[in-house]
């Protein structure tokens, strides 16, 4: 039995706080990079959905506007 007691007793880990403390920055540096990537991808997006409402809007300004007729006072 004395033979086996070596075996069961678990060998001494790293400090548990530390690797955990490294996990966690870790984690939190990657929530920032996907943060800040959505946010880039958001921009491009609204930018470009700004871009083509004023050539919509330059567009509709040049166009007949046909309701004026019915609507002249």
Not at 11 to 31: N, R, S
Not at 41 to 65: F, I, P, S, V
């Amino acid at each position: 039995m004395s033979q086996e007691l070596p075996y069961i007793v678990p060998v001494p880990q790293p400090e548990v706080e530390e690797v955990f403390g490294v996990h966690q920055t870790a984690q939190k540096f990657y929530q920032e990079v996907n943060a800040r990537s959505e946010f880039k991808q958001h921009c491009e997006w609204y930018y470009t959905t700004a871009a083509q409402n004023r050539r919509d809007l330059a567009k509709m300004r040049g166009e007949l506007n046909i309701m004026s007729w019915f609507c002249r006072r």
